[in-house]
């Protein structure tokens, strides 16, 4: 490498364009699965809490395997682990399938093939965060989560729901068929990703014995206590999520009886919502770049809450869409440079574990947020956006600084050493 190439700024290489390709194809099959799954569930059963359990189920995954999932991704090649987790995918897509072209699919055999499909998303999302700063420098983080989570947003909202929903009208097997094709894609990419993306130059130090697997179940947890930014930022992040979860709870009904959506339009108005998150994922790294991290990340939080109070304080549909596209871009710009931080400040050995106990306790504890969300819209469905919205807005200028103090990625070491060789594809410097 000469003098001039050193001196030039880093890109995207294409290894990890080799991963988001990967991670597109992945993205289209979540799409399909999760608009398909409750169509499916109402061609077998009308009871409404029978149909509820498909959203519950996809979730629930999270809360029983997001720290199993995060050891297996430290133990073995990411690459690997990647792949198994989508050739399952492919699997319950075959027998979806089969189940329904032979009439023999019951609301059971869809809970399972649910349930499993969340069980494998742990594994695989373990597994992309673990990998992609294997891939790319610290200070390119936010632009490479930047466009994971744009185009997450963009096919799963906008080209996977009305693709399998038109498609479901024609012919159910079609989109369902369809499903297998996406998901065997993102195994024969994820198999093609260098070494670098496997998290084997990320050893265990010699002076810190190798433990069995089974006593790792606490690793992730102990690595974020010990850590005031992190356990700060994790209780943080986790109380402002039980807050979002109760605001959104009863989005529904409070569209549809308050601001008098009508509710074939539901679907419609949440695209509102999936536009504002585009937008706040592609704008994160200008963010970065004009405030550093911790003041866009602090302004952001700020912004999110009180575009939910706006929800409630002024009841109609158009006040509602502009608070709901606001709301989603803040906690987009958010949600990009705080995993960002936290990829930069873990050590590459421990990023699955932290990742699935970080994940646990988060995603684990929505369900009370929303729990707690209905009871407040039992009294009056304005009530869980002005409260939730009040409660987090509080905490967020209670911790403005701690926030707005916290690093850029690219000025964190954790202690790994840069790998020299990304591989084929990997990491590369432009002259």
Not at 279 to 288: C, E, I, N, T, Y
Not at 292 to 297: Q, T
Not at 357 to 372: A, C, Q
Request: hydrophobic share 55%; net charge positive.
């Amino acid at each position: 490498m000469t003098a001039s190439s050193a001196k030039a700024p880093a890109k995207l290489g294409a290894a990890f364009h080799n991963l988001f390709v990967s991670n597109l194809a992945t993205n289209l099959g979540d799409g399909v699965i999760r608009t398909a799954a409750p169509l499916l569930a109402v061609r077998l059963t009308t009871d409404p809490l029978l149909i509820s359990l498909i959203a519950a189920l996809a979730l629930l995954p999270w809360l029983f395997f997001a720290i199993p999932a995060g050891i297996l991704v430290d133990r073995i090649d990411r690459r690997l682990a990647l792949g198994l987790a989508n050739g399952v995918r492919v699997v319950l897509a075959t027998a979806l399938v089969v189940l329904y072209a032979t009439n023999s699919l019951t609301i059971v055999a869809l809970y399972v093939v649910i349930f499993v499909d969340g069980a494998c998303e742990t594994v695989y999302d373990g597994s992309i965060r673990a990998m992609v700063p294997s891939l790319v420098q610290k200070s390119l983080l936010p632009s490479a989560n930047s466009r994971i989570e744009a185009a997450e947003a963009v096919l799963q909202n906008f080209i996977a729901a009305p693709f399998t929903s038109l498609l479901f009208a024609i012919a159910v097997l079609i989109p369902l068929g369809t499903n297998i094709g996406f998901y065997a894609l993102a195994v024969v990419l994820a198999l093609l990703l260098p070494k670098a993306a496997s998290g084997k130059q990320f050893t265990t130090p010699t002076t810190e014995p190798r433990t069995r697997w089974y006593r790792q179940f606490v690793d992730g947890y102990h690595f974020i206590m010990a850590s005031r930014m992190l356990r700060t930022l994790w209780f943080f992040s986790t109380f402002t999520g039980v807050c979002f979860s109760a605001a959104t709870a009863g989005i529904v009904l409070f569209l549809v009886k308050t601001d008098g959506l009508p509710p074939a339009l539901f679907g419609v108005f949440m695209l509102s919502g999936a536009a504002g998150g585009i937008v706040g994922s592609l704008s994160a790294s200008r963010f970065k770049r004009w405030l550093g991290a911790g003041r866009a990340m602090a302004i952001m939080n700020v912004v999110s809450c009180l575009a939910i109070i706006l929800v409630g304080a002024v009841p109609n549909v158009w006040v509602s869409a502009f608070g709901f596209f606001l709301s989603s871009a803040a906690v987009l710009v958010w949600n990009v440079l705080v995993m960002s931080l936290r990829q930069s400040v873990i050590p590459g050995r421990l990023l699955g574990r932290v990742h699935g106990t970080w994940r646990t306790l988060l995603w684990g504890s929505m369900p009370l947020g929303s729990l707690i969300g209905g009871l407040l819209g039992r009294i009056d469905l304005t009530l869980p956006f002005l409260l939730g919205g009040g409660a987090s807005l509080l905490a967020g200028l209670i911790f403005y600084r701690f926030v707005s103090r916290l690093p850029d990625p690219e000025d964190v070491d954790n202690g790994d050493i840069p790998t020299s060789d990304p591989g084929p594809g990997g990491l590369i410097l432009e002259g």
